[in-house]
């Protein structure tokens, strides 16, 4: 297989990615997804690829729908079907969606249905936080124009001399590459969870999910989340709950958010998602905080860059790019030798 032929399938699997991201859901017969939060285990755990068709749902279905609550689709499973329109549950959830907040899942609302086989929804383990993620797809795009770019360079005339200490020029691509890879794990490995508290007329003093109208309560969301030693996390909440802090130590198997409800005029849910992201500790928290309120990609990149820096000012003191050899005329070791005999200038 030709190199050209190599370059054209890479270009071809990059567009589809990029097309299958870009489309909106619902646009093409086909769609592929990956759910953000463990609501569907054991049937779907987090991260798993899924492809949803467009095909008449039913009771029993797993759906990707739109929902007024959340900026993403939802994907919940239709466990009965009203006047008014579809009722959804999460598999892992105690509660119906509507018993939450949420309104009746219509037909126009609705993108497709997860296939089956044999019973079984169809997944593809972990390999939706690879396909899914935009994060994922800008890194590959580059990655493919940073090995263009170096292709082209090597085709091309080279001077007589070149240069005898290559490992700079490793290092700093070494440091772009992790400038890219620090954020695409940090896209790639967030943990999500649905989370919510109720304003009721009369509600159990003891209760973190029950809250009385017009009163406030905090709640305590436990997150499934294994961290080690060097990094450090920050949460993200999306809906009608807000960031109280986060709990959570250096090496930990779980982390736990804490939210709280605005107090409310009348009876209802209050709803929101959890996201937590986990970078390298390279910066002061309260930094990596403060970035990751713009963009959580922007506190990994700048993570990350701290990485790269060390690692190009370790290339810069350490290696010495003024060592050259003549091509063809032996190795650096041999090029050297004959350097220090005074031979070879």
């Known amino acids: 297989m030709t190199r050209g032929v190599v ?9 589809a990615m990029t097309a299958g991201y870009v489309a909106p859901p619902g646009l093409a017969p086909a769609t592929a997804t990956s759910p953000v939060s463990d609501s569907m285990e054991p049937t779907i755990s987090q991260h798993d690829l899924l492809v949803v068709t467009a095909s008449e749902p039913s009771v029993g ?12 689709p939802v994907l919940h499973r239709i466990v009965d079907v009203t006047e008014a329109g579809y009722v959804t549950q999460g598999d892992a959830n105690e509660a119906t969606d509507q018993a939450e907040g949420e309104p009746y899942v219509t037909e126009d609302r609705i993108h497709g249905t997860v296939p089956t086989a044999g019973g079984s929804v169809v997944t593809i ?39 005898a200490s290559p490992g700079r020029t490793a290092v700093f691509v070494l440091a772009a590459v992790i400038v890219i890879a620090v954020p695409t794990a940090v896209m790639g490995s967030t943990v999500a969870v649905d989370a919510s508290i109720v304003s009721t007329e009369t ?14 309560t905090e709640r305590i969301i436990t997150l499934s989340s294994p961290t080690m030693a060097g990094t450090t996390q920050t949460a993200h909440v ?41 970078y390298p500790a390279t910066l002061p928290q309260p930094v990596i905080a403060a970035l990751a309120a713009v963009h959580p990609a922007l506190a990994g990149a700048a993570t990350g860059a701290v990485i790269a820096a060390v690692f190009g000012l370790l290339a810069l003191v350490a ?14 070791r041999a090029v050297r030798k004959r350097r220090e005999e005074g031979r070879y200038r």
């Open 7 to 15: 370059t054209g399938l890479l270009v071809v699997a990059l567009l």
């Open 203 to 216: 509600a159990p003093e003891d209760s973190e999910r029950l809250v009385a109208v017009g009163e406030t």
């Open 319 to 332: 290696i010495d790019p003024r060592q050259t050899v003549r091509r063809g005329r032996g190795t650096i």
């Open 61 to 72: 279905d797993v759906v990707l729908y739109e929902s007024p609550n959340h900026e993403r």
């Open 238 to 278: 999306d809906g009608d709950l807000e960031l109280v802090g986060i709990e959570s130590t250096g090496a930990s198997t779980t982390t736990d958010v804490v939210v709280r409800n605005p107090p409310a005029s009348e009876p209802g849910a209050h709803t929101a998602e959890i996201t937590l992201y986990t």
């Open 125 to 163: 383990p972990l390999l939706g936080a690879i396909v899914t993620n935009p994060a994922v797809l800008t890194s590959l795009w580059l990655l493919f124009a940073v090995g263009t770019v170096v292709s082209a360079g090597r085709s091309s005339p080279r001077p007589n001399m070149v240069s």
